[in-house]
């Protein structure tokens, strides 16, 4: 299942065990994320800002116009990531938050003045119903969608002065018309981060694993949900990122988050905290 650096979906749905309930005018009541384990003391928050795919029925009648096939890539959500997020909570007894809106409705993991908040074009598709989508409508959204979520992950992450974030994503094999990625899980992190260099290490220690770090993407965007909860608040945190071709099926993810919080652990004790 694991393998050294080489050059080279589906979903796991979950029972909300609490939810925040939201109602829009001319919509049914919504609810704009999932908790799991609210009560668990482990000294870990699991965080998965793009879930599901799910478009909320007030954006559009609840279709943003792309055929199925697409709002199943991963330009809609992350595949695999909720499912792995929640196993990995159970596993280091930690609460679980996870967002109950395709990233392409409003992203989660962007800073509220980031211009790729509301995309428009992601990955060579057009989304239609974004395309003329207007200041009314972000403003929806973000009331809707984007600040219930991070009031309750701001929330979870005040309750202990010790907590670690753990972020998990997924990321696709190939963009289209560019060369494939190589690894298996990166890990993105900003400059002088106490606790991912060491998670790092202890990933590459494995032997076995394509480990990239800061990749696919760069560790640090101003204004995203880690620099909102952690980094500006001095948390020790840890951006997931596992490569959505290996997380497709429940027996994957659970491999993967079996295997990933042992080392979690390891690597908090290495790094002291």
Known sequence: MFS???????????????????????SMTYTPFFTHGETRRGKWLITCDHATN?????????????????????????PGAYGTARILGELLNAPVIASNFSRLV???????????????????????????ADTADLENRLTACYRPYHAKLAELAARDSDVIIVSVHSFTRQLRGRPPRPWEIGILFPDQERFSPHFVTTLKQEGDLCVGE????????????????????NRPNTLIELRNDLIETAAQQQAWATRLAPLLKKARKAADL
């Open 4 to 26: 050294a650096c080489l050059s080279p979906n589906s979903n796991f749905v979950a029972t909300p065990v609490k939810l925040l309930q939201t109602k829009m005018a001319g």
């Open 214 to 233: 800061n990749e696919p993407y760069v560790g640090y965007l101003p204004g995203d949900a880690i620099d909102t909860h952690a980094t500006k608040q």
């Open 106 to 132: 409003i992203d989660p993991n962007r800073g509220d003045d980031d211009p790729t908040l509301l995309m428009k074009l992601y990955d060579g598709t057009l989304i239609p119903a974004n395309r003329h």
């Open 54 to 78: 799910h478009v909320p029925s007030f954006v559009n009648d609840g279709d943003l116009g792309l055929p199925a096939e697409d709002m199943a890539r991963h330009i809609a959500y992350d």
